[in-house]
């Protein structure tokens, strides 16, 4: 897997597998980026909100391959909604990371955390954060640029009155919870999506139907469920701090076929992601409980 990639709209190559790093400290992140990328990666996702950027950044520099065959992608904080605070975020990311440029750099949230999925849509606000955007797009500071949870409507309004299309949504899918109509509508818009909890942050991993399919494919639930994605033509973005998982989710040279991919899509949807259930990403989720 390591060196299939996509194109994006712009023709900007990206790696289909990329390392997550949510709830990774310096530390850990700046480990686990030299370890991902002496097996193979060369693709790590990162954010403002994880606190790691400075860890990462370290990792990139110390990892021995060059700043120029890496992918990294940073988000810009969900709370910044200004042209100014969205500039003075990617500086800062910029500078935690000591880089020159980002390759893809994405709005975290069309909402504050806080507001995440409630009434106030923050379409005028998401606007003058894309201008924000496409101006660090042109100066060069970042190579592509998109958004992440963005719901059809969000994507709509920035469609609406941009210059400079988003190149990527990064959302939540994996198998049991893959939101096909919003997959689809951004593919048709040529917006790559990215899956975020490719491995349902570890919830596939308990999943019954999903185990007994992995087994007539001798592969585990994390490896189905990142294949899973992959086919339905997404990046997948698995966070592990652990060599031996990080090997296993990129050993993906099987086909599911079209019958257990329709399974896939409709087996029972999990509804609980353990001891980060409260986290707003899954707390759709969590509300229909
Ligand atoms: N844009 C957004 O709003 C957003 C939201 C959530 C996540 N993300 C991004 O997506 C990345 C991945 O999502 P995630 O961290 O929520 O969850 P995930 O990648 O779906 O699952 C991570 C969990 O699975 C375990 N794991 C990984 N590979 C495994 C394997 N081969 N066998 C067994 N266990 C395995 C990890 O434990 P070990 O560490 O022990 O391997 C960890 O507990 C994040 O790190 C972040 O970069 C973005």
């Known amino acids: 897997m390591y060196n299939e990639t996509y194109k994006l709209s712009n023709g900007v190559t990206i790696p289909k597998l990329g390392l997550g790093t949510w709830l990774l400290d310096d530390e850990q992140a700046e480990k686990a980026v030299c370890d991902a990328v002496s097996i193979g990666y060369r693709h790590i996702d990162t954010a403002q909100a994880y606190m790691n950027e400075a860890g990462v950044g370290r990792g990139i520099h110390s990892c021995g391959v060059a700043r120029d065959e890496l992918f990294i992608t940073t988000k810009v904080a969900a709370e910044a909604k200004t042209y100014d605070a969205v500039m003075h975020s990617i500086n800062e990311s910029l500078a935690k990371m000591k880089l020159d440029y980002i390759d893809l750099l994405i709005i975290h949230s069309p909402q504050p955390w806080q507001e995440f999925r409630e009434e106030n849509r923050y379409f005028k606000e998401n606007k003058e954060v894309w201008k924000a955007m496409e101006d660090a797009y042109t100066t060069g500071k970042v190579k592509a640029i998109g958004l992440s949870n963005f719901l059809h409507d969000d994507v709509e309004n920035i469609l609406a009155s941009c210059t400079v299309k988003p190149m990527v949504n990064q959302i939540l899918a994996h198998v049991s919870n893959s939101p096909l109509e919003l997959i689809n509508y951004c593919q048709n818009k040529d917006i ?63 086909v599911i076929s079209d019958a257990d991919m329709e399974t896939l899509k409709n087996v029972e949807a999990i509804q609980n992601y353990g001891e980060h259930s409260f986290f707003p990403v899954f707390g759709d989720k969590n509300k229909i409980n």
């Open 192 to 254: 790559l999506v990215e899956a975020y909890s490719p491995i349902a942050h570890g919830a596939i991993l308990d999943h019954t139907e999903v185990k007994i399919i992995a087994e007539k494919y001798g592969v585990t639930a994390a490896q189905l469920s990142l294949r899973y994605d992959i086919q339905l033509g997404l990046v997948v973005i698995p966070k592990t701090a652990n060599p031996d998982h990080m090997r296993i989710n990129a050993e993906l040279d099987f």
